[in-house]
């Protein structure tokens, strides 16, 4: 009495369970405007918003470093000392994996640095829809080279 049941809701469940597909091709996203559109957008909010939060992690270890505004600075100098072409499309040959990460959040906008190694970084929003800016450091000052600044915080004694 129970087998007729059991067998018409598997398969109405299996049927419904298939049935079941979502098609991100109906999804309306815009181009990003420029190769730089993130990256202008941090460094924006980092010069309107005084208040943030940011943590530095190394990926290898799982080690986490907090940035104070002095940290910051580095970032501000980064930044201002970039050019239209340091960003670059896609870096071949780059390890997907990042060695080091920065969470910034501004006003409730969290933004992602990933740091793969000391020639290339990339940069998006936490929830962005678009591709990251990929930024080429080989003509940025060791000063502001982002790589060394997270190996030094990262190894700093505390």
Same mark, same amino acid.
């Given at each position: @009495?129970?087998?007729?049941?059991?067998?018409?809701?598997?398969?109405?469940?299996?049927?419904?369970?298939?049935?079941?597909?979502?098609? *991100?091709?109906?999804?309306?996203?815009?181009?990003?405007?420029?190769?730089?559109?993130? $990256?202008?957008?941090?460094?924006?909010?980092?010069?309107?918003?005084?208040?943030?939060?940011?943590?530095?992690?190394? $990926?290898?270890?799982?080690?986490?470093?907090?940035?104070?505004?002095? +940290?910051?600075?580095?970032? $501000? =100098?980064?930044?201002?000392?970039?050019?239209?072409?340091?960003?670059?499309? *896609?870096? !071949?040959?780059? *390890?997907?994996?990042?060695?080091?990460?920065?969470?910034? $959040?501004?006003?409730? @906008?969290?933004?992602?640095? =990933?740091?793969?190694?000391?020639d290339f970084i990339s940069?998006?929003?936490? +929830?962005?829809?678009?591709? @990251?800016?990929?930024?080429s450091m080989k003509n940025?000052?060791v000063a502001y080279n982002? !790589?060394?600044?997270?190996? !030094?915080?990262? +190894?700093?004694?505390?």
């Amino acid at each position: @009495m129970k087998l007729p049941y059991i067998i018409i809701s598997i398969i109405i469940s299996s049927v419904l369970l298939v049935s079941c597909t979502f098609s *991100d091709t109906n999804l309306p996203i815009s181009p990003k405007p420029s190769n730089h559109f993130y $990256t202008e957008n941090l460094f924006n909010s980092l010069n309107e918003y005084k208040e943030f939060s940011s943590t530095l992690y190394e $990926t290898n270890l799982h080690k986490e470093s907090s940035l104070n505004k002095e +940290d910051m600075e580095v970032l $501000t =100098n980064f930044f201002s000392s970039l050019n239209t072409d340091d960003f670059i499309d *896609d870096p !071949y040959g780059i *390890d997907k994996s990042p060695s080091y990460k920065i969470f910034i $959040t501004i006003n409730s @906008m969290k933004y992602v640095i =990933n740091i793969y190694d000391a020639d290339f970084i990339s940069i998006y929003p936490w +929830d962005g829809n678009k591709q @990251m800016d990929f930024i080429s450091m080989k003509n940025i000052p060791v000063a502001y080279n982002l !790589y060394r600044f997270c190996k !030094y915080k990262i +190894d700093k004694p505390l």
